[in-house]
């Protein structure tokens, strides 16, 4: 890995110093700005000291500034259009049968390059199905799974079971939301496509299971998707139920090309939406504890 400070270059702002989130840069007897090198072990390779750097004196952990960088825009959005526009943003369930040209889908993904991650995004995979025949067929599977789902709450030992595997947050979440919808048979192909809902394409976003904040880092990633998605005129929904067959059930796992060591983490249908909703929706806030004050 390369680490190497021009000091021709150089005119010695510190601002590298300061946003460095993990501490590897220093100025010497001289004043002059260098890497500790006992510390570059630990770069993190976020690129802020090169994002920072006014003289592009600074080179960290190989990056480039010709290929990781590009200019800023020369404006972001204002907060009423930023609000306004995550107000408007809807989980789409209902889509017209034409599929997502390449070009968006390529938007999309690149949206993925500005997230922000916990730790080795280079560990997270994405993968892209923009072929509803290849959806279509695995919903067969799906449905037999959620099926399967409710026969195993129904019973007290695979209901134990699940809840000592998978711990309290999957079983509330598998007993409280999944299992009383699966049960009402919400999900039976006989009345359609209620798994991904007649989607043309779906991202599902994947990583070695063992991979260091996988879960979170997917999260992020497929909150930027559903926003870029609606950036671009385009519908999403992050689907919960499609992870977690790909994690339990083969043929849905081999369907999707997704490899036996990875942990599915969310997928997100993507389409062009077929309703357009009227008003955006003002939900409860969650509890917000602020202790500014110290009384
Ligand atoms: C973690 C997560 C999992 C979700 N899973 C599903 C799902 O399996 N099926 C579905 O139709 N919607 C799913 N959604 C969408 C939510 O139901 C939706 O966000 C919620 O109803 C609020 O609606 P809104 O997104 O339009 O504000 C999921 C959302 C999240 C954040």
């Not at 799974?145 to 079983?171: A, C, H, Q, Y």
């Amino acid at each position: 890995m390369s680490f190497t400070i021009d000091q021709q270059l150089c005119i010695q702002c510190k601002l590298c110093i300061e946003v460095c989130p993990v501490n590897l840069i220093e100025t010497d007897q001289d004043n002059k700005v260098r890497f500790i090198a006992n510390r570059t072990a630990i770069c993190i390779g976020c690129g802020q000291c090169m994002a920072v750097c006014s003289t592009k004196a600074i080179v960290a952990n190989n990056l480039s500034y010709e290929t990781g960088f590009e200019a800023l825009p020369d404006k972001t959005v204002s907060y009423n259009d930023f609000t306004g526009f995550l107000s408007s943003r809807r989980s789409v369930r209902n889509y017209t049968k034409k599929q997502v040209p390449a070009e968006m889908m390529d938007k999309i993904l690149h949206s993925l390059s500005y997230a922000p991650f916990g730790a080795s995004p280079e560990k997270m995979h994405v993968t892209v199905i923009n072929n509803r025949k290849i959806i279509e067929d695995s919903l067969p599977f799906i449905e037999n799974f959620l099926d399967n789902i409710v026969k195993w709450v129904d019973n007290p030992v695979t209901s134990f079971m699940i809840r000592k595997k998978k711990g309290n947050e999957t079983f509330n979440t598998i007993k409280n939301h999944l299992y009383p919808i699966a049960k009402f048979d919400n999900y039976k192909l006989k009345y359609g496509d209620r798994i991904t809902r007649g989607a043309p394409a779906m991202i599902i976003l994947h990583a070695d299971k063992d991979a260091e904040e996988h879960t979170n880092n997917a999260l992020i990633y497929a909150t930027y998707i559903t926003l870029t998605a609606h950036s671009l005129g385009l519908g999403a929904s992050m689907i919960g139920i499609v992870p977690a067959a790909v994690n339990k059930v083969k043929e849905v796992r081999e369907a999707y090309k997704i490899p036996g060591h990875h942990e599915a983490v969310m997928a997100v249908i993507v389409g062009f939406p077929k309703v357009h909703y009227q008003r955006a929706i003002k939900r409860t806030l969650p509890a917000i504890h602020n202790i500014t004050s110290q009384e």
